[in-house]
């Protein structure tokens, strides 16, 4: 059972992480959304990401209609393929994110071993948290 001053401090940790992620955020050069996340393990942020394009392609994400181009990625995805480039493991980790997951990322979230997603803002489609939620991954909007 979690005693009220361990739920206080993961508040105050979780609220720190998350102006993190908002910070991280601002990197992004799309125009429409600009979404950060982070993914931290034993108190340690073992990757980060924001929403863009891929290493190597123009950094622009919206094309001149102002739609986003299809291969901009999603900032946990972004988060998660560089933590696949090095030495660590989501497993157990929780992911720091302002924008809920979509479903396609939420899969990916899910087979990484992530097993705390913590947002701020919703997702216009709530089928990625429903999908995290059946998969077991505890859930909390800041």
């Known amino acids: 059972m979690e005693t009220t001053s361990t739920s206080a401090k993961q508040k105050r940790y979780d609220d720190a992480y998350m102006r993190?992620?908002?910070?991280?955020?601002q990197l992004s050069h799309c125009q429409r959304k600009q979404v950060g996340a982070l993914i931290v393990k034993d108190q340690m942020i073992i990757a980060d990401g924001?929403?863009?394009a891929p290493s190597g392609f123009p950094n622009a994400c919206e094309n001149d209609q102002g739609?986003?181009?299809?291969?901009?990625?999603?900032?946990?995805?972004?988060?998660i393929t560089?933590?696949?480039?090095?030495?660590?493991?989501?497993?157990?980790?929780?992911?720091y994110i302002t924008l809920s997951p979509c479903?396609?990322?939420?899969?990916?979230?899910?087979?990484?071993g992530i097993v705390r997603v913590v947002y701020r803002d919703a997702y216009k489609d709530e089928s990625g948290l429903d999908f995290l939620k059946l998969a077991g991954v505890d859930i909390v909007q800041v």
């Open 20 to 25: 993190m992620a908002q910070e991280w955020a």
């Open 67 to 79: 739609e986003t181009h299809w291969y901009v990625l999603h900032a946990e995805a972004n988060a």
């Open 82 to 95: 560089k933590l696949a480039k090095s030495n660590n493991s989501a497993q157990g980790a929780t992911l």
């Open 50 to 52: 924001y929403n863009g």
């Open 103 to 112: 479903r396609e990322c939420a899969k990916l979230i899910h087979q990484a």
